[in-house]
């Protein structure tokens, strides 16, 4: 919660910063013009591992940005700050090597960015990408009745209560196209994480036998959304 407090912060900081910007600029130059967005939209979850067979799953996002629209250069600048629950489907089964389903696991996650608009068509059409500083929950049992459901290729070593302690931060890059006019834009993104998802795994000393390898994972991420702008 703190994490999130602090994000607010410097979300809030930067619409201020970028309007004294505008204000500071030489006379007579071209002006800089400063924008607040609000966004929401849907999201696609994976993790891209070899541990887990895994089932993408939909959730929502919500967005606010402040964006500085530089007339005179071919790119514009925005900070971001996002926040989202996302939904992923892990195989397991009720007992060791039995009929298998896709366990539903939520995560939420908080993420701060500071992105690059490049222009491709002026201000309709733009090119965006930039990193992403990431929080997130673990990764929560939906069914917690299904806590005791034995995960796929750990026979009866590894539980699906046993997963839920993912690592807390990520570092991400995204990249993306933007369209839109006036005050309305359509957005779609890809956002990728750089760190092991699953490294706090690797120190819970769990005890899975012969299987005994490293826990590897990293996040794959599909935002669509819809911005309104002022």
């Known amino acids: 919660m703190q994490f999130i407090r602090l994000i607010l912060l410097v979300a809030i900081s930067s619409v201020f910063v970028t309007t004294a910007q505008a204000q500071r600029r030489p006379h007579g130059t071209i002006p800089i013009v400063n924008g607040i967005g609000i966004s929401g939209g849907i999201t696609q979850y994976d993790f891209q591992t070899d541990n887990f ?21 071919w790119y514009n600048m925005s900070y971001m700050i996002q926040i989202a629950e996302n939904n992923i489907g892990i195989a397991a089964s009720p007992v060791p090597l039995g009929p298998e389903e896709f366990l539903d696991y939520k995560i939420f996650t908080a993420q701060i960015s500071l992105l690059m608009h490049v222009k491709i ?13 990431q929080y997130n929950g673990e990764m ?55 760190l092991n ?10 005890n899975l036998g012969d299987n005994n390898g490293k826990f590897k994972g990293n996040q794959s991420m599909f935002v669509f959304s819809l911005m309104i702008s002022i």
């Not at 046993?162 to 807390?168: M, N, P, T, V």
């Not at 998802?197 to 000393?205: A, E, I, M, R, V």
């Open 197 to 206: 998802s699953f490294n706090k795994l690797n120190d819970n000393n769990l």
């Open 140 to 194: 929560e049992l939906k069914d917690d009745q299904k806590e005791n459901f034995f995960i796929k290729n750990y026979n009866d070593l590894l539980l699906a209560k046993d997963i839920s302690d993912i690592s807390k931060f990520n570092i991400d890059g995204t990249v993306g196209l933007s369209a839109g006019i006036s005050h309305f834009r359509i957005k779609a993104a890809y956002i990728y994480g750089f």
């Open 53 to 73: 067979e895994t089932k993408a799953g939909n959730g929502w996002a919500v967005a606010g940005s402040a964006t500085v629209d530089l007339p005179h250069k």
């Open 121 to 133: 068509i002026g201000p309709y059409l733009t090119l965006d990408l930039g990193p992403m500083l």
